[in-house]
């Protein structure tokens, strides 16, 4: 891979060894990936931040990077922890030694001056970039909305890269960098409705199956809200297949751009659907519902307005989005729902005292089970809330 005289004397240490050692990540990754050089990118966003996932060593890493100086360059945002942000005793999973643990982990980033927004949807309000930005993020659900619904270029990063390519400004150029690597690969036509974050999440479990890398979505069927739930099918598609990217017809931004050549036509149809529903279907009832896998949008808070719990129900949101919507989330509470700040169930130890969790996300019910030993439903909005007057309709999106 080629480097510049000031990029090779950064690999070398003339600049510190944080840059050294951040440099060795990016060189590394690029020559496995045969990336030809580095460019500069507008932000990065970084996971690895919840104490249950990077443990010690983890933490290790990051007080190390810390005391050496790293220093990130470009905005920098960082992902959900694993415990209330604000409270760490309000959602009774975490003792005293994992909160100390977390608040370390957070403070590490801080002093490399990371913005410790503790969200997985950052282009909701802390880090938006625009059409067309390279960037280096590491949420999977955030990479596929940047790549697909916003048109921004990254790759799926890990923590230790994203967070390389935060201190250097630059990463390596190879893969959703390069525009012939974003054109659909499979033409996928759905006859079917798509009308809460549950159906979004089922066709993206679905379609990842199928073992696509850019799916081009036709959307026959109604597609409610898709502005605010594409995230969902974004992510499902991630958390089940791996994937970064994904169009659908006259809705993302490059949808037209490209000459697409699909290798395959696939058809999805409602029983396509119901399978994976009746799959995600815990013989039993649940003890928590959780909303908010990726984190909820503002119009999705007002949305929980109209319904009321009906089990203890936790609903996730960024720091960033709860420091913004204080009176709204005072106004959730006092209806019964249990507002998570800054943290996801998914990277939480809800196994400490939950073992049932329903959810309304394709994504949660794919991780619930392994990272969380949870039997998992997955069920739409409405089956798992009570309205709150059923002859008021719904708010809209």
């Known amino acids: 891979m080629y480097l510049t005289k000031e990029e090779e004397k950064a690999l070398d240490g003339e600049f510190g060894e944080a840059i050294e050692k951040a440099m060795q990540i990016l060189v590394a990754l690029g020559e496995v990936y045969g990336a030809d050089r580095l460019i500069k990118i507008t932000s990065a966003h970084i996971s690895g931040v919840s104490y249950k996932t990077i443990g010690d060593a983890g933490l290790q890493f990051l007080r190390d990077m810390a005391r050496l100086g790293a220093r990130v360059c470009v905005k920098t945002t960082l992902n959900p922890c694993g415990m209330d ?33 503790l969200t997985c949807t950052p282009y909701y309000l802390s880090n938006k970039p625009d059409f067309g930005d390279h960037i280096a993020w590491a949420e999977s659900s955030a990479v596929v909305y940047a790549n697909s619904v916003i048109g921004a270029r990254t790759n799926r990063e890990g923590a230790p890269s994203a967070l390389a390519a935060a201190i250097v400004g630059k990463t390596p150029r190879y893969g959703y960098h390069l525009e012939e690597n974003r054109k659909a690969t499979e033409k996928i036509i759905v006859n079917a409705d798509l009308e809460d974050p549950a159906d979004f999440g089922a066709l993206g479990i679905y379609v990842a199956r199928l073992g696509v890398k850019v799916p081009y979505f036709i959307l026959k069927g109604k597609a409610v809200n898709l502005r605010i739930y594409a995230k969902y099918l974004g992510a499902a598609l991630a958390a089940e297949g791996s994937i970064a990217m994904m169009h659908i017809e006259e809705f993302t931004p490059e949808w037209d751009k490209y000459e697409h050549e699909f290798l395959d036509k696939i058809v999805i149809d409602k029983k396509d659907l119901k399978e994976i529903y009746e799959e995600k279907s815990c013989d039993a009832e649940e003890e928590l519902v959780a909303l908010g896998c990726p984190h909820l949008s503002k119009e999705e808070l007002k949305a929980l307005l109209n319904y009321k719990p009906k089990k203890p129900t936790w609903i996730s949101i960024g720091l960033d989005m709860y420091e913004k919507n204080r009176d709204l989330v005072r106004t959730l509470e006092k209806i019964g729902y249990i507002v998570a700040k800054g943290t996801c169930f998914i990277v939480s130890p809800i196994e400490n005292a939950f073992h049932i969790t329903a959810t309304n996300s394709g994504k949660a019910s794919r991780y619930l089970p392994s990272f969380c030993k949870q039997c998992v439903i997955l069920r739409r909005t409405d089956e798992l809330l009570v309205s709150c007057d059923e002859n008021t309709s719904k708010s809209n999106l």
């Open 85 to 117: 942000a604000v409270d760490w005793r309000s959602l009774g999973i975490v003792d005293e030694e994992f909160a100390r643990n977390q608040k370390a982990i957070i403070e590490s980033y801080k002093q490399m001056g990371v913005e410790t927004t």
